[in-house]
């Protein structure tokens, strides 16, 4: 290997600080500029192309929530109940002591399942007799215990239940976290 006199190795190195020092330059004196492109105006969208939804507060979802576990508790049932908002996420999920694991995610189809169609799951197994494929969309469940939550005739969220021995005492429940909305 050839060694480099003492003259070339500082030249070196002066030609490399010279090119790190013009690329820092560079760099702060793009990132000087950013603001000014970062204060540009997105388009603006117009009124008209957008549209306003109502959706059930936390607060609400949980007071409805805990009337399904008190309707529940008065006929010594474990249940877990979930709440979901207009657009299927859940808001509140809660589960009895001794719930059994499976129930969980069954409230939470249920209410999905609800919410999607705007009517309870009892009524929607019904509708399986004639279109069998739509228990094939994902997340959702064709079982009695899944309620809607409405404002003026549009499904704000859904209550969904599972846990009792029967899709009608689900529904009841879930019906019961409706009530408590009144």
Do not use: C
Request: charged share 20%.
């Amino acid at each position: 290997m050839k060694k480099f006199s003492r003259r070339a190795r500082v030249a070196t190195g002066g030609a490399v600080l010279a090119a790190v020092a013009v690329g820092t330059f560079g760099a702060v004196s793009a990132n000087a500029s950013a603001p000014q492109a970062a204060q540009a105006r997105p388009a603006a969208v117009k009124s008209s192309d957008t549209f306003t939804s109502t959706h059930l507060s936390v607060s609400a979802a949980t007071e409805a929530a805990e009337a399904v576990l008190d309707a529940a508790k008065k006929e010594n049932q474990r249940v877990s109940v979930a709440v979901v908002d207009r657009n299927g996420n859940t808001l509140v999920t809660l589960r009895s002591d001794g719930a059994g694991p499976q129930s969980y995610e069954s409230a939470v189809k249920k209410a999905f399942t609800s919410v999607s169609w705007n009517a309870p799951t009892s009524e929607l197994v019904k509708r399986l007799e004639t279109t069998p494929n739509l228990k094939d969309i994902p997340g959702t469940l064709f079982l009695g215990g899944g309620v809607p939550v409405t404002a003026n005739n549009a499904p704000v969220a859904g209550i969904g239940v599972a846990g009792a021995p029967s899709g009608d005492l689900d529904e009841k429940f879930a019906r019961a976290g409706v009530a408590a909305l009144d």
